[in-house]
Nanobody, 121 residues
Framework: QVQLVESGGGLVHAGGSLRLSCAAAGFTLDGYAIAWFREAPGKEREGVLC????????ETKEFVKGRFTISRDNARNTVYLQMNNLKPEDTAVYYC??????????????WGQGTQVTISS
């Protein structure tokens, strides 16, 4: 059974940093693509970054380039989202998702429960 557990959310001031974790249980990350999404109040869920576990290649949405990075620790079966220079508009519930395949071609994703990130101005 695929399980994903996000952690690391919280309340920080604008300009601050947070690192979110997505721990996988019940499966190993090999052969998967792991993506971070976010959903702000009143807005649709949107993709932020994705990593192909097999080769570590990543895809990043333009609106977070230069501020957010995604990385993996295969030994810990965990993917991280490092968020720097946070802005109030980054406030959202952040979810990780896992799918067999790659960021561009994959099966149906499994989702974590989400972690709240709140940025104060």
């Amino acid at each position: 059974q695929v399980q994903l557990v996000e952690s690391g959310g919280g309340l920080v001031h604008a300009g601050g940093s947070l690192r979110l974790s997505c721990a996988a249980a019940g499966f190993t990350l090999d052969g998967y693509a792991i993506a971070w999404f976010r959903e702000a109040p009143g807005k649709e869920r949107e993709g932020v970054l994705c990593i192909n576990i097999s080769d570590g290649s990543t895809e990043t949405k333009e609106f977070v380039k230069g501020r957010f990075t995604i990385s993996r620790d295969n030994a810990r079966n965990t993917v991280y989202l490092q968020m720097n220079n946070l802005k109030p508009e980054d406030t959202a519930v952040y979810y990780c998702a896992a799918a067999v395949g790659t960021c561009r071609l994959h099966g149906s994703p499994s989702w974590g429960q989400g972690t709240q990130v709140t940025i104060s101005s």
